[in-house]
């Protein structure tokens, strides 16, 4: 089933910064979010997750409504969220931030168990603080906390930012792989769009909270239109 977003508006408090954005999520496949530093991306995915209300507009998945749900029902509802910062617990262990991901789901210890076979890197590192992870490491932590709710779609709001280039190739591959395993993927690019979008199907770009683009996201990656679309300058 495909998580579907119709004239979403949305803000903080009385400010409005969503404008009646549509989006769709289809299944087995990672679909980009770009437009330039303050298009409302991070706005469109904090209110999908339950984490700002909705002003107006529907989001839809599985034939039912997620508008006016907590972002624990709609994680419940398959939909798993992976914020930019503060996404990890650095005080916890790497194995009791899974945990503490997998409280509110039965079968915890298995699902922890899970993510640590396919991520082996945490799994060498599980009782470490994560707090004395690397960048890459706690991203990838991060990740892994969003899987243990065993999402169909699974946001990701630029998973990338200030890592090194090998866990780039590493995070790409890996959600590449959760696609292919039938996941729908959202993905808010701002960093390192080329290897992202070369991975993706749909791009759907956004300016000053509206709809500006809907492409195939390979066909930003012709010379000169990545710079069209984040700095809005003519090509």
Same mark, same amino acid.
């Given at each position: 089933m495909q998580l579907e977003v119709r004239g979403l508006k949305s803000g903080y408090g009385k400010v409005q910064i969503l404008h009646g954005i549509d989006l769709t999520v289809p299944p087995k496949e990672i679909t980009a979010v770009l437009g330039p530093n303050g298009a409302g991306k991070s706005t469109l995915m904090k209110t999908i997750a339950g984490h700002l209300p909705v002003m107006a507009g529907e989001i839809h998945y599985r034939g039912n409504s997620l508008v006016g749900h907590s972002a624990l029902s709609?994680?419940? +509802?398959?939909?798993? %969220?992976?914020?930019? &910062?503060?996404?990890?617990f650095p005080a916890l262990t790497v194995r009791d931030n899974l945990r503490a991901a997998s409280l509110a789901f039965e079968g915890a210890e298995e699902r922890v168990a899970e993510v640590l076979r396919r991520f082996p890197i945490l799994a060498e590192r599980s009782d470490q603080a994560a707090s004395t992870l690397s960048g890459g490491?706690?991203?990838?932590?991060?990740? +892994?906390?969003?899987? %243990?709710?065993?999402? &169909?779609?699974?946001?990701?709001?630029?998973?990338?930012?200030?890592l090194a280039p090998i866990f780039v190739d590493r995070i790409v591959s890996w959600v590449r792989e959760l696609a292919e395993e039938g996941m729908g993927v959202v993905w808010v690019v701002e960093q390192n769009p080329e290897k992202v979008l070369a991975v993706s199907g749909t791009a759907y770009v956004i300016d000053a909270g509206r709809n500006s683009e809907t492409v195939d996201a390979k066909s930003l990656l012709a010379p000169g239109r990545l710079e069209e679309v984040l700095l809005q300058v003519n090509a």
């Open positions: 709609i994680c419940k +509802a398959g939909v798993g %969220v992976v914020p930019q &910062d503060r996404n990890v490491e706690r991203q990838t932590l991060a990740i +892994a906390m969003a899987l %243990v709710a065993g999402p &169909d779609i699974l946001i990701l709001d630029e998973p990338t930012a200030g």
